[in-house]
């Protein structure tokens, strides 16, 4: 047994593993994967619960997180971040006092496209160890774009590095990594994401937001669009209709059988492609 926090109390693997939450928002199903494999790896040694921000009422949430004793959290990184509810959930985590932080523990995971994870782990870990949980480390994961079919995720050496991820944050339960050192190593690529970024995004903004057209005579009123909204901005009554809140994840047209809904798909790819050549990052799996 070994102190986490250099406080009176002590603190073992068996506590921190008791219950483990796993939060995570995934459009296209990359970063669920991840979720659930880390969860296999560690649901022998206590109970793990599986959360999609999607679907869960947010009231809900409150009660589960104040009884986890090990957090993970993941995202995939949209614009070189994390996606807006995410960072909402994290955010609206009541904070614990450091008197009863002792314990708490957390890590967080993304997967990205071919262009750069950006600064999505430093974020959200931030806001983790504002909220006096103990970060324990963070992973990343090179997975695919939306349209990028015929890759795999995760191939075998994805699976080897979550449990090698697993392993290490078992490790650092006992061992645990200063949030000094952390904090900087999660800072891995501040040149580019703080300064070659902005500037892209200043000269190509205009050209970059995505249009959505919508042809209502196409539309069969079949609701594939609202149900596969992570975010449930698309209501259809008669016909859907796009309330505040779109993360651009382009479900509503991938899953659009009669193309009512339409964005130009061909014009993302490429400034996906881009941003791709500009941003890339060399390391394209690891744990951190
Ligand atoms: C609107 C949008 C923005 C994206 N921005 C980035 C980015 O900045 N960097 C990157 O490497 N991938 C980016 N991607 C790709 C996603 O990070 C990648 O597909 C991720 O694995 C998706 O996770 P999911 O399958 O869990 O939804 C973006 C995708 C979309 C749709
Ligand atoms: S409206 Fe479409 S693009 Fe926006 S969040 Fe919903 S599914 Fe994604
Ligand atoms: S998925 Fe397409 S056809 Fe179905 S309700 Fe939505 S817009 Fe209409």
């Known amino acids: 047994m070994t102190n986490l926090r250099s406080s009176e109390e002590t603190i073992n693997e068996h506590d921190v593993f008791s219950k483990v939450t796993l939060v995570y ?6 970063t669920r994967k991840c979720a659930e ?26 009660s589960i997180i104040s009884e986890t004793t090990l957090l993970g959290v993941g995202s995939p990184t949209y614009h070189l971040n994390m996606l807006d509810p995410v960072k909402i959930f994290l955010e609206g985590i009541p904070n614990i006092p450091i008197n009863k932080s002792q314990g708490r523990c957390s890590f967080c995971f993304t997967t990205y496209g071919h262009v750069n994870s950006g600064k999505t782990l430093i974020n959200m870990a931030k806001i983790l160890h504002k909220k006096h949980y103990a970060v324990l480390g963070a992973l990343k ?19 080897d590095l979550i449990l090698k991820f ?19 190593m999660l800072n891995y690529q501040y040149l580019k994401v703080k300064l070659i970024y902005p500037i892209i995004q200043i000269f190509g903004s205009s050209f970059r937001v995505p ?25 259809i009554s008669e016909l859907p209709k796009k309330q505040k809140g779109c993360i651009y994840c382009f479900n ?21 492609k881009f941003d791709a050549k500009v941003l890339h990052e060399e390391s394209i799996r690891e744990i951190i």
Request: with cysteine.
């Open 25 to 30: 928002m995934s459009p296209n199903g990359s």
């Open 37 to 62: 494999l880390i969860a296999e790896q560690i649901k022998g040694e206590g109970e793990v619960l599986l959360i999609d921000l999607a679907r869960i009422d947010s009231s809900e949430l409150e």
């Open 252 to 272: 509503c047209v991938m899953f659009c059988p009669t193309g009512a809904i339409y964005s130009d798909l061909d014009k993302v790819k490429r400034i996906l």
């Open 141 to 159: 994961l090179r997975a695919k774009h939306f349209y990028q079919k015929s890759i795999m995720f995760p191939n075998s050496e994805d699976q």
């Open 211 to 235: 249009k959505f057209n919508f042809n209502k005579d196409l539309c069969t009123s079949c609701g594939l669009c609202e149900e596969n909204c992570p975010t449930h901005v698309i209501i």
């Open 166 to 184: 697993c392993e290490t944050i078992k490790y650092r339960i006992t061992n645990p990594i200063e949030w000094r050192k952390l904090s900087k």
